[in-house]
């Protein structure tokens, strides 16, 4: 099974930090980690990416387990602006990029 | 101007009708992909293309067909639409080393 798998929804207070966890028990060694988050119905915005190593940049941390099964997106410091729907992708492979369904974050006031 | 383009943003079609999708880019970029999106699914990927003349398919490819016209220039075309292709239909663009996706706005597109 190739799927990526991902919490429908998550809840955070604003100015904590908030974990977005995925699942990818089947990702090849080749096939890199990526996240991307998508406000209303536009188009979704890259994020970060990373293949064994953690990773961080202006927006956010990217958590790799050592085994490589799955990952956790960090928004050290959730803002209202952060509320969106998050979606992990691996690739590539195959299909060349899978996505996950997407967790919808909820950043609460 | 946005990166990514894409027209129509909406459109509403009737069964059994052609209907291209366009996608325009001002990246530079030569890799190119098509995606669907649907309540609950994600993105799925239907074609991808990594230069002008090399076209594969993706996740979902039955029922679709795309034409690279140019470096820039990325279609999808339903042949005969049925209302199961009714969705969100959204072209990226990615550099070589395929890393980060720059997506356009999306097409709506309703097959009733």
């Known amino acids: 099974d190739a799927k990526t798998t991902q919490p429908p929804s998550m809840d955070c207070a604003e100015g904590r930090a908030a974990n977005l966890p995925c699942n990818h028990s089947?990702?090849?060694?080749?096939?890199?980690v990526y996240w991307y988050r998508q406000i209303h119905s536009q188009g979704p915005q890259y994020i970060i990416h990373g293949l064994k190593n953690n990773e961080t940049n202006e927006m956010a941390s990217l958590i790799i387990t050592e085994d490589r099964k799955s990952s956790t997106l960090i928004l050290p410091h959730a803002t209202l602006r952060d509320t969106a729907v998050y979606y992990c992708s691996r690739g590539p492979g195959t299909y060349k990029y899978i996505f996950g369904t997407g967790t919808r974050l909820k950043v609460l006031a | 101007d946005a990166d990514v383009t894409q027209t129509p943003r909406n459109r509403i079609t009737k069964t059994g009708k052609r209907i291209m999708l366009e996608c325009s880019q001002t990246?530079?970029?030569?890799?190119m992909y098509w995606y669907r999106q649907d309540p609950g699914l994600g993105l799925r990927l239907i074609y991808y293309s990594f230069d002008v003349k090399d076209i594969n398919k993706g996740e979902i490819s039955d029922g679709y067909s795309v034409s690279r016209q140019a470096q820039a220039k990325f279609s999808l075309s339903l042949e005969s639409a049925i209302p199961n292709q009714t969705a969100l239909y959204f072209c990226?663009?990615?550099?070589?080393?395929?890393?980060?996706?720059?997506f356009g706005p999306g097409t709506r597109l309703t097959v009733t």
């Open positions: 089947t990702i090849s060694g080749n096939e890199y």
């Open positions: 990246k530079g970029h030569d890799r």
């Open positions: 990226a663009t990615s550099g070589v080393d395929g890393h980060e996706q720059y």
